[in-house]
């Protein structure tokens, strides 16, 4: 199928270099807050992706409820990042069993496979539900649907649970392995047509200078990069003292610099968000 098919159902010809730059973690904590936030209005972020269950949730749904041009998506979130992050589910503990390590917490991200080994699939769309419910409450609409460390939803069960949720909720979904593009491709619907980049899998040293050859080297189609702004502060360094920080600085760095607005001009490339998606998503197929 042409690589550039997906670009094309969204409107734009075959030789538009179509980016998504998605800001993922709001709502883990305050610095990651006001980082994702800053990289949108200041920077060339288009869109963020929401973690429900984490401490810093409550102020980033007031924060987009203040902003309702940003565009966001539901980070669904069944792990949470290292052992001394205490997230739960917003599930009562005693209805999503089997999506809970020894503690009653979710299980972190480096024992997913335990996770999902044992988990129900009625108590994962339970939780999902939750998280999907917990927004709509808040008095915000999302765009679209994805993940928290789990890809594709980290098999094929909870990958289809989530388009189904997504069709009942007139979503989109973040969709990047290769068997999940397949399918929606299959029925008509928007993916990314070239590789999905996590910002975490870059190097932190050369990060700025990666970043700009990346953008130069964008090919035609639809892209998404996730990328993860946070600020370099004690607050910061506290949530990830292994150096997933560092990380998040460097991210929030280049999204608003200058370079990277000059860049995008420079280039040619357009950068979208996930809302004409969303309207193929919920219609079912292209229209």
């Excluded at 550039?4 to 993922?24: E, H, K, M, Y």
């Excluded at 940003?70 to 069944?78: D, K, N, R, S």
């Excluded at 939780?127 to 980290?154: K, M, N, S, Y």
Aim: with cysteine.
């Amino acid at each position: 199928m042409d690589g550039a098919v997906s670009s094309q159902l969204l409107g734009f010809p075959p030789d538009a270099r179509v980016l998504i730059v998605n800001c993922d973690d709001l709502g883990m904590h305050e610095s990651v807050n006001t980082a994702v936030i800053d990289a949108i209005e200041r920077g060339i972020g288009s869109s963020c992706s929401l973690m429900v269950p984490c401490p810093g949730a409550p102020r980033a749904m007031r924060m987009l409820r203040d902003r309702p041009d940003i565009p966001f998506g539901i980070h669904l979130t069944l792990v949470r990042d290292a052992e001394h992050l205490r997230w739960g589910p917003l599930s009562a503990k005693g209805t999503v069993a089997s999506l809970l390590d020894e503690r009653g917490e979710l299980f972190t991200a480096a024992r997913r496979a335990e996770l999902l080994a044992r988990a129900r699939p009625d108590e994962v769309e339970r939780e999902f539900r939750a998280q999907i419910e917990a927004v709509a409450d808040a008095g915000l609409t999302p765009t679209h649907l994805d993940w928290h460390c789990l890809a594709d939803g980290g098999g094929q069960d909870i990958f289809e649970l989530t388009v189904a949720l997504a069709a009942e909720y007139g979503l989109a979904v973040r969709v990047w392995l290769d068997g999940g593009r397949r399918a929606a491709r299959g029925r008509g619907l928007p993916v990314v047509d070239h590789d999905f980049l996590d910002s975490f899998a870059l190097d932190i040293d050369g990060r700025a200078a990666r970043y700009a050859e990346l953008l130069r080297a964008l090919p035609p189609g639809l892209s998404e990069w996730a990328v993860h702004p946070g600020l370099g502060d004690e607050r910061s360094r506290a949530a990830e003292p292994g150096g997933g920080w560092r990380v998040r600085h460097g991210d929030h760095a280049f999204l608003t610099s200058p370079d990277a607005r000059q860049l995008l001009r420079d280039e040619g490339i357009v950068v979208i968000d996930y809302r004409p998606l969303q309207r193929l998503w919920s219609a079912g197929s292209p229209t």
